[in-house]
């Protein structure tokens, strides 16, 4: 039984499972008839991450815990283990973590583990394993399946979570992944090709733009002449194929790494990729409890809808 932490540690088989999972989520809810406990623990600001994956605890029928850190006991110095143990003891059923730190899991296992599952909702510039999902549902839907497909992610590779869970699951399920990104963005432990956004849209079926993460940045970094240097810009995006798709994780910063423009433009599926991550979140909530046992599928039921007359 496994945390569900990495890109890194999903087969294709589970990945292909758990979107199918998910699109049969979006097009017929479903809830769960046990009550469970699934407790949010966000040491990092989060918008989409944290209320997607309450809004699909909710439609599933999960109680939600939800750690406030500065109002907890964290201020008076108790560990991350000691937080998640606690957690564990007073009855929850699956934790949601987001943590700054890269191997935040490791310092979990290291000191003695959990005997319940816990979902990686961000790890420092890691990983970011349920926004690869929601971003993988929405290249299928658009595409069928990404194999052979040409992703460019582009921006701050370095310091992003989301390049390096994309990258890894793309190149698993077949896809040709490029990188491109301004000088001193690159990641060289990430051994994909780099192109100018010039070269990226002439080629990519999906052009994945990322943020500059400042809040990684030693220096604030310089953006005046990001967006016409290294973004995409109107005049960039008018050369991409008529079938390829703009994505972002968010949030944007609108006119530095995109035109303002492009984000609601018919090509971006930036607000679609928010609404995936219900879907999503509810499929890996469901995998985990499963996978554990904690749930079964006899317990898993179609959500009715109030019909309103
Ligand atoms: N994409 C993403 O992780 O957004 P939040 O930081 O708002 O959760």
Not at 131 to 137: A, E, G, P, S, V
Not at 152 to 161: E, F, K, L, P
Not at 176 to 189: H, Q, R, T
Request: charged share 25%.
């Amino acid at each position: 039984m496994k945390h569900f932490i990495s890109m890194q540690q999903l087969s294709k088989e589970t990945m292909n499972q758990i979107l199918k999972e998910a699109e049969s989520i979006r097009k017929s809810p479903k809830t769960m008839n046990k009550q469970l406990f699934a407790a949010n623990l966000f040491f990092e600001p989060s918008t989409r991450t944290k209320m997607s994956f309450e809004v699909a605890q909710k439609k599933l029928g999960l109680e939600m815990l939800d750690l406030h850190t500065e109002a907890s006991s964290l201020v008076k110095g108790e560990s991350l283990y000691d937080t998640a143990k606690t957690f564990e003891a007073i009855g929850a059923d699956v934790l949601v973590v987001r943590h700054p730190s890269d191997y935040w899991i490791d310092e979990i296992e290291e000191a003695g583990g959990l005997r319940i599952p816990v979902i990686n909702a961000g790890s420092g510039k890691e990983e970011h394993p349920t926004q690869c999902m929601l971003d993988l549902l929405t290249m299928y839907q658009e595409f069928g399946n990404v194999e052979g497909r040409k992703v460019v992610i582009a921006g701050d590779i370095q310091h992003s979570r989301v390049a390096r869970s994309n990258a890894l699951a793309l190149e698993k399920l077949g896809a040709k992944v490029y990188l491109s990104a301004a000088p001193g963005f690159e990641d060289n432990s990430l051994y994909y090709p780099y192109i100018t956004m010039d070269e990226a849209v002439e080629i990519a079926d999906v052009v994945m733009l990322l943020r500059i993460q400042h809040e990684r940045h030693i220096h604030k970094a310089e953006t005046s002449d990001y967006l016409t240097l290294y973004g995409l810009t109107m005049e960039r995006a008018a050369k991409m194929k008529k079938h390829a798709i703009i994505m972002h994780p968010a949030p944007i910063n609108r006119g530095v790494e995109i035109d303002t423009k492009l984000v609601e433009s018919k090509q971006s599926r930036i607000f679609k990729q928010m609404e995936n991550g219900v879907y999503v979140r509810m499929a890996i909530l469901i995998h985990v409890l499963k996978e554990w046992g904690i749930i079964h599928e006899n317990e898993i039921n179609e959500r009715k809808t109030l019909n309103i007359i």
